[in-house]
């Protein structure tokens, strides 16, 4: 077969590597690092690579809060000048690097599909019933009052089309006073009641009128506006937009751009890897051609007897190196 | 007095540094691991590799302390 590889070591030739089928070992070693070396049994290699090029991707995912890889993002027409009003896309060149990385860094790449679908909009899927928190506006004096507590919501068939209504059961904050009120959709709001399916934040934005002070001081305000917990499936390595680039830098500074950096050098060291699983080690070791390993092969010099070279043909092929 | 405030700010960045130690040894042991394939030899020229890598990035550190220091 002339896709397998061997290797003998200069120092000593009674130790071959065997590199497989070497395509196959580079096409592993980058979907996940490490996995091309321990098909070609080189576990310590192999486990080496997974150790450290996923660590460091991940410890990079974790730095940036989960948001670090993405594809592409968004800067609001604001803040590009755009004359036309949309927002202008670039694209994230460092997900190159990323992309080395194999399997952990695919879902950027079906999260773009899905973020740019046209089922990505502000309605609800179906009836939630979640963790809310936020604040209560246009009460007495302008006051903001801050609420924690469990939000329910569902969709109905309004006049203008599909509207959300709910519920919400808290506590306003500090005081621990209880509340309950009905909420509607509020038609006026600029922003929508609703952020977007998916997108890159793992709290998704929720503006409601209060339409009914059920349990609680009348007065207490108007609209409710908070967040809502987003499905992981719905927010990780989505495509950044201008506020969220913005508040991560913020609110990260330096880490962000070194969560970004160990992103970037897990990607590039895998490089070394799926050349390692393709070609071998650089040193000490050097190919020898499989048609030729009866000729050459150790074991066909030593077996000089008929037995002898029975014995050596019932031996494993040799995976164990050694220097 | 220009001096203090720079000194100041290099050190400010020491916690980031802290980074460089598991990038490092990372880095390390890949390279390392992609130019061997015995064990201890990888894990004898990563540990090498570790320390050249630290001593000139700390040492470059303190070229910089030392050059805001007098500015």
């Known amino acids: ?323 | 007095m220009n001096f203090i405030p720079h000194s100041i700010l290099i050190l400010a960045q020491l916690p980031v540094l802290y980074y460089m130690f598991p990038l490092t040894a990372a880095i390390s042991l890949v390279y390392s691991a992609s130019r061997y394939e015995d064990p201890p030899a990888i894990l004898k020229k990563s540990f090498r590799l570790f320390m050249q890598i630290t001593v000139f990035m700390l040492g470059f550190l303190l070229l910089l302390y030392v050059l805001s220091y007098k500015m």
């Open chain 1, 1 to 323: 077969m002339a896709h397998k590889k061997n290797f003998v070591s200069p120092s000593d030739s009674d130790y071959v590597l065997s590199l497989k089928t070497p395509a196959l070992a580079a096409f592993l070693s980058w979907l996940i690092p490490g996995a091309g070396q321990m098909y070609q049994g080189r576990t310590f290699k192999g486990v080496l690579f997974c150790i450290c090029i996923l660590g460091m991707f991940f410890c990079g995912v974790q730095m940036g809060e989960g948001r670090p890889v993405y594809c592409y993002y968004e800067m609001s027409a604001d803040r590009m000048d755009n004359q036309n009003g949309s927002a202008r896309r670039f694209r994230n060149y460092g997900y190159i690097s990323q992309f080395l990385v194999g399997l952990p860094a695919l879902p950027a790449i079906v999260q773009t599909k899905r973020f740019d679908s046209p089922n990505n909009t502000n309605e609800l899927d179906g009836p939630v019933d979640v963790l809310f928190e936020g604040v209560l506006l246009g009460g007495e004096d302008g006051q903001i009052q801050k609420v924690t507590g469990a939000i329910n919501l569902k969709q109905s068939a309004g006049v203008r089309g599909p509207e959300i209504e709910g519920r919400f059961l808290g506590t306003l904050q500090p005081s621990g006073e209880r509340v309950d009120l009905e909420l509607r959709e509020n038609n006026f709001n600029e922003g929508g009641s609703l952020g977007r399916k998916i997108s890159a934040d793992p709290k998704r934005y929720i503006s409601l009128e209060v339409a009914k002070v059920v349990k609680g001081p009348e007065s207490l305000g108007t609209v409710l506006q908070g967040t809502i917990p987003r499905p992981f499936r719905n927010w990780y390595q989505v495509p950044l937009q201008d506020p969220q680039l913005q508040d991560m830098n913020a609110r990260l500074g330096k880490r962000w751009e070194l969560a970004m950096v160990f992103t970037w050098i897990a990607g590039l060291l895998n490089i070394l890897v799926i050349w390692d699983a393709y070609e071998g080690p650089a040193y000490d070791f050097h190919p020898q051609s499989i048609e030729n390993e009866d000729e050459h092969s150790p074991h066909s010099s030593q077996a000089e007897t008929p037995n002898q070279k029975q014995e050596l043909k019932q031996k494993p092929p040799v995976s164990k190196v050694k220097l």
